[in-house]
């Protein structure tokens, strides 16, 4: 079974600082992407950050990087210079293998920023 | 706008009415996917279009729940006979190709009282 686990159902920092949030996951594929996504208060859901399994270089979007580690199926993201608007729920999604590749999402994050 | 748009935002009804989402994807997308969310939760996959092939529904999807993507542009999604435990937010997202995730929709409520 593909499944993605995160454990820590609430997180919070302070304005500017840094907060890495967990993600693992479980898979038998040797090539697959891993995406993580943001979700407001609106609720419309954005993409973050994308990760290709093949590549060793962890993935950065500006203020937002990737820890990945393959060998422990652990897919952590990395938020620097915390912003209010970083407030949010943010979900870990792996793609299932196949063509219609859809995404299984764990539970989520609830991340809070302290002014 | 060239996101993904859904209609109605928010969806009250009585228990055992049917309703009816419709949601328009990116005109680029060929890959349309339903979700259904609750309060606390991660999205759960209800169902997969590509083009205006159903290509794989979930076991979440009782016969109660219908999905269409007629000439591969809009789909719809139908709910009969609603019961509360329908109630969530339902997610539409389409993508491009297998590996690009997805774009969402602002998603629709439905509440059943």
């Known amino acids: 079974a593909q499944t993605v686990t995160q454990s820590q159902p609430e997180m919070s920092v302070q304005e500017a600082e840094t907060v890495t949030l967990s993600c693992t996951y479980d898979?038998?594929?040797?090539?697959?992407?891993l995406f993580w996504y943001k979700q407001p208060p609106s609720r419309q859901m954005i993409l973050v950050i994308r990760q290709e399994a093949y590549k060793q270089q962890n993935a950065t979007e500006n203020r937002f990087s990737v820890n990945f580690q393959k060998a422990a199926k652990s897919f952590s993201l990395k938020i620097s210079d915390s912003q209010l608007g970083d407030a949010a729920m943010y979900f870990c999604?792996?793609?299932?293998?196949?063509?219609?590749?859809?995404?299984?999402f764990g539970k989520g994050i609830t991340l809070s920023v302290r002014p | 706008d060239t996101g993904v748009s859904q209609d109605p935002r928010h969806k009250i009804t009585k228990r055992g009415q049917n309703v009816t989402f419709r949601c328009d994807p990116i005109s680029e997308h060929n890959r349309l996917y339903w979700y259904r969310q609750t309060l606390g939760q991660g999205p759960e996959f209800l169902t997969y279009f590509q083009n205006e092939a159903q290509l794989e529904k979930s076991r979440l999807l009782s016969d109660r729940f219908s999905a269409e993507r007629p000439k591969g542009s809009f789909s719809t999604l139908e709910i009969q006979r609603t019961e509360q435990g329908d109630s969530a937010m339902y997610l539409c997202?389409?993508?491009?190709?297998?590996?690009?995730?997805?774009?969402f929709g602002s998603g629709t409520r439905l509440t059943v009282v």
């Open positions: 898979t038998s594929e040797s090539d697959y992407y």
């Open positions: 997202a389409s993508s491009p190709g297998q590996w690009n995730g997805y774009t």
């Open positions: 999604a792996y793609p299932k293998t196949g063509a219609n590749s859809k995404l299984t």
